[in-house]
C-alpha cells in the first residue's frame, strides 16, 4: 500500500512539469484522414488514418497493418489519388514524401509527418521497396 502511495504523490508531484499536454493528449489527437490498404502481388491490409496531435503535429498511424517481408521497405505518401500493385514511381516520376523505413511486416505503428505537408498533394501513402522499385500496397486517403 506504502507504494503506491508514493508513486501516486511522484505523479502528482511530476505532471505539472511535463507540460499540460502530456495527461490525456492521445485523446486529444483528432483523426482528419484514412484509408484503407490493398494490394494483391504483395498482400498487403490494415487501416492507414492521419491523425492531428494537440499541438499541432501530424502523426500517420498503421492499426492492423500487415504486408510481405522484403529488403528496404519504406512508408511513404506519394501525390496521386492511389496507386496500382507494383507501381514504379521513380520510373513515372509520381512526386513522395519520405516518412521512414517500414518498423515491421505486421502490427500498429507510428510514422511522424513532417510540419508543413500539404495534405491536399499527398493523398495515399504507399509501402514501396525501394530495392525493387515496388509498391507493395497502397492506402488512398479520405477526409474525415
Not at 495527461?23 to 490498404?37: L, N
Not at 515491421?104 to 510540419?115: K, R, V, W
Amino acid at each position: 500500500m506504502l507504494g503506491r502511495t508514493k508513486t501516486g504523490i511522484a505523479l502528482a508531484v511530476l505532471l505539472p512539469f511535463m507540460g499540460s499536454n502530456y495527461a490525456g493528449a492521445q485523446e486529444k489527437a483528432q483523426a482528419v484522414e484514412a484509408g484503407t490498404f490493398h494490394g494483391k502481388v504483395h498482400k498487403t491490409s490494415g487501416r492507414a488514418t492521419i491523425y492531428q496531435e494537440a499541438d499541432g503535429r501530424m502523426v500517420l498511424r498503421l492499426t492492423n497493418f500487415k504486408t510481405s517481408n522484403g529488403p528496404d521497405v519504406h512508408v511513404v505518401l506519394i501525390a496521386a489519388k492511389d496507386a496500382d500493385d507494383d507501381a514504379n514511381f521513380l520510373k513515372n516520376s509520381t512526386d513522395k514524401l519520405e516518412l521512414g523505413s517500414l518498423k515491421g511486416n505486421e502490427g500498429d505503428q507510428n510514422y511522424d509527418i513532417p510540419a508543413g505537408t500539404d495534405l491536399e498533394k499527398y493523398q495515399t501513402v504507399s509501402i514501396y521497396c525501394e530495392r525493387f522499385n515496388a509498391n507493395f500496397g497502397a492506402a488512398p486517403l479520405k477526409k474525415l
